[in-house]
């Protein structure tokens, strides 16, 4: 599996590799666990992986999202 550095990366990974579609509810949930700092999962992923990556994940979940709704103008490489 290549290193998850870039949303083209992520991307693959979580639709290609693991085969989860990207839909809206998935997105939409995982962006309210991911964002609540709080919560006994997302702690898990900072101590897993660190709060930077998640950072990269929220912004990637939000370029899915924004992409669902139809907007492909800002494809960043967050």
């Given at each position: 599996?290549?290193?998850?550095?870039?949303?083209?990366?992520?991307?693959?990974?979580?639709?290609?590799?693991?085969?989860?579609?990207?839909?809206?509810?998935?997105?939409?949930?995982?962006?309210?666990?991911?964002?609540?700092?709080?919560?006994?999962?997302?702690?898990?992923?900072?101590?897993?992986?660190?709060?930077?990556?998640r950072q990269r994940?929220?912004?990637?979940?939000?370029?899915?999202?924004?992409?669902?709704?139809?907007?492909?103008?800002?494809?960043?490489?967050?």
């Amino acid at each position: 599996m290549r290193p998850l550095r870039t949303y083209d990366d992520w991307k693959h990974c979580i639709t290609d590799i693991c085969k989860v579609p990207l839909t809206a509810n998935y997105v939409a949930a995982r962006l309210k666990e991911l964002r609540d700092t709080e919560n006994f999962d997302t702690k898990k992923f900072v101590g897993s992986w660190g709060e930077p990556h998640r950072q990269r994940v929220v912004a990637w979940f939000e370029q899915a999202e924004r992409e669902l709704a139809g907007d492909t103008s800002s494809k960043d490489e967050a």
